[in-house]
């Protein structure tokens, strides 16, 4: 009852409700849920309240009654027994009804939206989500790709290839829909629409290692002007200040923030992202007051120094990159990093781009990436035997300008 009533129900309305639906999908999910909950609840309530009758009405009052002998021993009584049986027949189709109904909703776009409808490729990776654009190809480099924070357009049916790359992974979207599994080598697909604008949660829903339950992400629901406005600068190249002359360069910079390191397992998400995550996330979409060319120009040459380049792309600054880091082109528009982990404040990333493990024990940009054949493309991590021999160090002289830069990338 504490539980039940002590405000702890955080799942009833918190960013990850199932009850508290914003979609048509999560909503048919629950509609199921609700006739299940009525017709099985109406039946504990039958049962239990005979149960509790006959235990009250014939339960022993005295010895004579603890000592009296059986009753008469009869053969059952047909009519009871052929009731009972069509009763849990009819309870049965009573809930099969919708719930089939639902399974066909939620297997694809309905016929009318289909034409309309937004279609996008997620593809998981131990631990975090791509999302692809297939209708927005860019020039050279294929389509419009994102990372753990998935734009839609509000009121609009969109249908996601689900994909992966690694293990079995599952999408969930808990107030929109879900979930659906990711599955290797076998193509799996679900639908989902939000009703209004808004900012939702998503989480990785099937375990699959060990940084399983910090693999997250968000799904941000936009009107359709600011859709297009988004999807135009998210096509852009990435954001350039342009580089001061060889004399300011020269001049030290103190960083804008004071790091302090929070520790292992500290929370990185704070009431202001809680309390309007959507305005947040608008704001997030601006540059920052307090923006030094001359840091970003030392964390863009530090992005090649340090070898981030190696796996991770910024479209138009650096090319390359490999095909399982997320794309970074427009990290500093995003509300979160490390997998939807962290809020994308300039502590955190300082925090995560400098104690990666700290962070997530065990992510690939620390321990680094098996590429087949015994070879690695190696991390973070410096391992004991020798065979990673990488040992990417940013301390926290080094790290201001790379977030400087990281967060000029809007
Ligand atoms: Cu991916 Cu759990």
């Not at 609840?41 to 009654?65: E, Q």
């Not at 690939?364 to 190696?378: A, C, E, N, Q």
Request: hydrophobic content about 40%.
């Amino acid at each position: 009852m504490p539980l039940f009533f002590g405000g702890w129900l955080n799942w009833l309305t918190g960013p990850q409700s199932t009850i508290d639906v914003a979609g048509p999908v999560a909503k048919s999910q629950l509609d199921v849920f609700y006739v299940t909950v009525w017709v099985t609840g109406i039946i504990f309530v039958l049962v239990g309240g005979v149960l509790a009758y006959a235990t009250l009405k014939y339960k022993a009052r005295n010895s004579a009654d603890e000592n009296a002998p059986p009753p008469p021993q009869g053969h059952g009584n047909p009519l009871i027994e052929l009731s009972l049986i069509a009763a849990s027949v009819l309870a049965l189709v009573f809930i099969a009804v919708p719930t089939l109904k639902a399974i066909w909703y939620n297997y694809d776009v309905p016929a009318d939206e289909k034409q309309n409808a937004l279609e996008i490729t997620s593809t998981a990776y131990q631990w975090w989500f791509k999302f692809e654009y297939p209708s927005e190809q860019i020039d050279g480099t294929g389509p419009l790709t994102t990372a753990n924070e998935l734009v839609i357009p509000a009121g609009r049916a969109v249908s996601i290839n689900l994909r992966t790359t690694d293990v079995i992974h599952s999408f969930w979207v808990p107030k929109l829909a879900g979930k659906v599994d990711m599955i290797p080598n076998r193509g799996n697909h679900l639908w989902l629409k939000a009703d209004a604008p808004g900012y939702f949660w998503g989480q990785c829903a099937e375990y699959c290692g060990e940084d399983h339950a910090v693999m997250r992400f968000r799904v941000i629901a936009l009107s359709a002007p600011d859709y297009a406005t988004w999807l135009a600068k998210q096509k852009a190249p990435a954001r350039s200040l342009e580089t001061p002359d060889a004399a300011t360069m020269s001049q030290a910079v103190p960083a804008a923030y004071a790091f302090k390191n929070p520790g292992r397992n500290a929370p990185g998400w704070t009431d202001k992202f809680d309390s309007d995550p959507l305005a947040a996330w608008v704001k997030q979409q601006s540059p920052e007051a307090g923006e030094n060319p001359v840091l970003v120009a030392k964390g863009r040459e530090l992005f090649t120094s340090k070898t981030c380049v190696t796996c991770h792309v910024i479209r138009g600054n650096h090319g390359g990159g490999a095909p399982f880091a997320p794309d970074l082109t427009h990290i500093g528009s995003r509300t979160t990093i490390a997998a939807g982990l962290l809020e994308n404040s300039v502590e955190n990333m300082h925090r995560w781009i400098s104690r990666p493990n700290e962070v997530k024990p065990g992510n690939k940009m620390y321990m680094g990436v098996p590429m087949g054949g015994g070879s690695m493309m190696t991390g973070y991590m410096k391992s004991e035997d020798g065979r990673l021999t990488h040992n990417i160090t940013v301390s926290d002289d080094e790290a201001p300008a790379l977030v400087a830069y990281l967060h000029s990338l809007k």
